[in-house]
């Protein structure tokens, strides 16, 4: 099998850490029991395991082809998408009057990052369907909800989020697409939109666009941008489909990575303009997509944690089978590279990113649940802002640690690993779009510069912080305890990095007005100090409950064994970065800046 | 021009850092002197850049191919070829007596630093032939000096060097390819060699393969390995072609990157044996064959150096070209992103690496030089002795620098960088064979830790952290002078990370007898700190000439002025991280072993 979903480890999390049975009792999740929630998972994972990770080779071999406008995708993806849907898995998360399964986030999540395991560019089509239910939820009228809102749960209906123009990538300001009002309610639309995964396809019944345009009479910059739904077949009042509207695919990209994800070059309004609806109010379009792209955002981290288990899964495997020299120790014949020190780092250190990365994309999963269904306002207010402090977090961390881990998956394979059929090097090339689309690691760490830290300064990182700090101190009352040897040592490293945490909060709040640049300069390595910290404090997590469960003698030993040795990992070799990252940020802008243009 | 030779920096560290004045007066080198050695470069930057350069993107559009034992190589390939042997390329370090430029390795390396960055396909097919001329030279006897040197130097024939079998990767105790005396002083040789660089091409008359076989009463394990001579067309005793030998390439393979170079599968001895005669002695043929790979390791760090100078100039034209977004400080349209603060930090990130292990390169030619030249036989052996610690550095930590700056090249391009037409994704590709091949990190971290530190009980680890501080010393000293404002943060970067380094050589001198797993685990993350203190102190030395240029007032200020400020990005990004090595290796092999291997 190329992918075993890693539920052990998803199951210890959402119940050890994420608190799945807090989640449970919410009003509206009482559906999500715990033994409901196991069958979910092993069946979404036999799904992923046995349908779509087969297809993910192929889909590198065989990328997505375009002809006159048509998209014929991968051989086998159709089927397996028609597969996915039937079996309902697209609705998992959406409300139950709509069709879907109306399951918490936090169960979500699993489904999600194993679907990515199995197959990145597979994944992308039901991750932009998500973002176009979240949309229609949030500012849809009643009547798009009702049109769209069951084709898509059902998987028979795709959609698309159209923000990218040539001119325009993460600038949204200079959007040009335009929208012309008909009078009867409906809009034309022209315009060139770029980049739009799964933009044309042959999987589904009809493909739904969403689009950033502007009216005529829209002011200029982000605060003119409206939001249209545009399907590619016009749909009839009584639900079906009727005529061909007036957007095409010009051509699709020839990329690094996820070949098998068609993405598109889109034309609207070459034949008299594309027939769309507003979403929402005039001009107020951005606001929706954000919420679109906020889901989006989490979702791209979770796929970064998916092909960075799919990578560490197939150098295990190869660390395994692969017998070369002899064991340092003295073996007389050759041995399994496992036994090598160095291999054994590398594995250690992608399994420990991994499963921190996992932890913290899951913990804040429930955090969404809790925001969304808690019946007490303060309660959702806490939880809401601390889910949005951690998603760039999320996104940009996870996705950076990927394309590392899927490094160090190729390297691990050696000369091998460079070789395309042995499968390491394509986790590579995925891997490397994910840090890019949904906004760069520098939209993410500007938005946890900006929105998350300074506009409430500093507040919610600090209770984040003193968070950590507790568990920190957990684990220091913990340490005296028998089978706690590690504890002193991931206490040290994790008290010292909330610390460079702290200080780096302190030094952003401090420091923006005064210098801005300098600040938006150490925003990326804030972003990776955050991960680093958050990650590690989740791993402290993981080590206190599984050594509470060794104590307590239930469960599976030698799965928390291994916990709480990747924890102690963790905290060695990445929690000990922290202090560098600190005074990289807060020391570090005088070479950042001072060059002109013509220096480089 | 999509590749600009950075004369300047190179001359700089000529002359600045790695003392060219010193290398011209050794015996043997008077022809070096410094208006000749830019004359040497000039020319070989406008070869590199117009003739090389041009024909990087067409070698991964249109690959070597195989058919039925050929391989045609992309179009353009062998003329080009043609012209650099013409010109004397091939010869620039080899000796007059053979037809060679007769130029220090100091002056060789730049040149070589530039056909990488022109075009890391093409390059290595001359950097194999200077291998096999370094093996030749070695352990050749005089007739096969006399008949195949000249050819090599000429770039009529080309070299190769067959160490991998499917079996045996890393390990070449596991060699099972075998030789068989004719008793004429010729040997058959059977065996199947896989991952050989230009083993098959048609880009020059003849191709001789060093062939690493076992004799029929060899002993077992790398004690019985002999290195053989086998080219492709026999050479008749007037040196005229003679027969095609019994070498045929069964297949070339579907890589990655570095497409244009063929990657050939070679199969000895299918119709009789493949006539080959010995080099140097017999069941010695890894001693030579070290040789030849030392001198490669040095110089695949070097093309390291090389692609990742050329990311940074892509990476540099697309941010000043490409208008995005307004400036943070409140410009009223969009600017080009090089205005964006974590464009900036990226772009200095790459620059500050690039420059750094371009001067620790420079710098360990500068001691083969002298190691080979200079009269006292003292002076040699201390200079041997440096180079030899520096060699598993700079192939390491340069090509693993290569890899992390192509991947912020492809970042910087955004969207965009993830297209392959745009080209940054094409050295993403390429450089991730840098760490693999010649030996992996892992193998060179060995080397650093087993015959480079644990050897001599660390004492040439010692001397160079006594320069290292002797440099910091003077930065201390001058940090009170004007322009020298920075010399203070970097002096106290240097000192700690210096300590780092001192601190884990003494560690890894104390442990390894007691727990050489532990040790062993730690040894890229050492080999890392080494990189990043070695590159540091020439970053270091370089803020020291920098500013001594000032003060004179001679030569460009504005490039003075850049280094400062790239030493000071290197120090507070990158010495910053010494300290985080030093606690992963010294406090972190608790989680790195611990665990079974069935708990991954």
């Known amino acids: 099998m190329s992918y075993a979903a890693p539920l052990k480890d998803m199951l210890f999390v959402l119940n050890e850490l994420a608190d799945l049975p807090a989640v449970n009792a919410l009003p509206g999740c009482e559906d999500a029991t715990p033994e409901t929630v196991e069958a979910v998972l092993e069946e ?22 375009w002809k006159e406008g048509e998209v014929k995708t991968t051989p086998g993806f159709a089927e397996a998408f028609h597969a996915f849907a039937q079996a309902g898995w697209q609705g998992v998360q959406h409300p139950a009057e709509f069709g879907g ?88 639309i022209f315009g060139t939109k770029i980049f739009i995964t799964y933009g044309e396809h042959d999987m589904a019944e009809n493909i739904v666009h969403l689009v950033l345009a502007r009216l005529p009479d829209a002011p200029e910059g982000v605060k003119g941008i409206s939001l249209f739904l545009v399907p590619k077949y016009l749909v ?60 989006a955002r989490f979702a791209v981290g979770v796929q970064g944690i ?132 949904e906004g760069t690691t520098a939209i993410q760490a500007n938005d946890l510069v900006g929105r998350k830290t300074v506009r409430d300064g500093g507040a919610v990182a600090k209770e984040i912080v003193a968070d950590v700090m507790r568990t920190a101190n957990e684990l220091l009352e913990a340490s005296s305890q028998e089978g706690a040897a590690d504890f002193a040592a991931i206490h040290a490293q994790l008290t010292e990095a909330a610390q460079a945490l702290s200080d780096v909060a302190d030094y952003v709040v401090a420091n923006v007005q005064s210098d801005i640049k300098g600040v938006f300069a150490g925003s990326v390595p804030y972003l990776k100090l955050a991960g680093i910290v958050l990650g590690g404090w989740q791993m402290a997590r993981a080590a206190l409950a599984a050594h509470r469960k060794l104590v307590s003698g239930d469960g599976d030993a030698a799965f928390y064994r291994t916990k709480l040795t990747t924890a102690r990992f963790f905290a060695d070799h990445f929690l000990s970065q922290a202090d560098g990252y600190r005074s990289a940020i807060v020391g570090g802008n005088a070479g950042m800046l001072a060059l002109e243009e013509d220096q480089f």
């Open 236 to 295: 009839n009042a009584d639900g079906s489909l009727g005529a061909r509207n007036d957007v095409q695919c010009i051509s699709i990209e020839h990329k690094l990575g996820i070949k098998a994800s068609p993405t598109a070059m889109l034309q609207f309004g070459d034949r008299g303009g594309a027939i769309g609806t507003l979403v929402g109010q005039e001009n107020r379009g951005l606001e929706t997509m954000f919420v679109m792209m906020n889901a």
């Open 101 to 188: 399964q109306g399951l918490p986030k936090l169960v979500a999540t699993p489904c999600m990052e194993m679907l990515n395991a199995a197959n990145l560019s597979f994944a992308l089509c039901p991750l932009l369907t998500d973002g176009a239910i979240e949309a229609l939820m949030t500012a849809g009228s009643e009547e798009q909800k009702q049109r769209f809102l069951p084709n898509f749960v059902a998987g028979k209906w795709t959609g698309t989020m159209n923000l990218t123009e040539p001119q325009a990538g993460s600038d949204l300001a200079m959007v040009r697409s335009r929208a012309e009002p008909q009078g009867d309610g409906t809009y034309r």
């Open 306 to 437: 998916g092909v960075a288990e799919r990578a560490y899964q197939k150098a295990v495997q190869y660390a395994k089978e692969r017998v070369q020299s002899k064991d340092l120790e003295g073996s007389a014949t050759a041995v399994s590279i496992i036994h090598q020190p160095d291999v054994r780092r590398m594995l250690m250190s992608m399994k420990a990113q991994i499963e921190a990365a996992r932890a913290l994309a899951y913990v804040a999963a429930a955090k969404v649940d809790v925001a969304h269904h808690h019946p007490d306002a303060d309660v959702r207010a806490a939880n809401e802002a601390v889910y949005e402090y951690m998603v760039p977090i999320i996104k940009g961390w996870s996705t950076e640690m990927a394309i590392d881990v899927a490094s160090t998956g190729v390297q691990i394979h050696g000369g091998m690993g460079f070789i395309e059929e042995t499968g390491a090097a394509q986790f590579y090339r995925d891997a490397r779009i994910l840090t890019i689309y």
């Open 44 to 65: 979404n994972a036999r799904f992923c395991e046995e349908v779509v990770a087969p297809l993910n080779r192929i889909g590198d071999e065989k990328p997505s082809t």
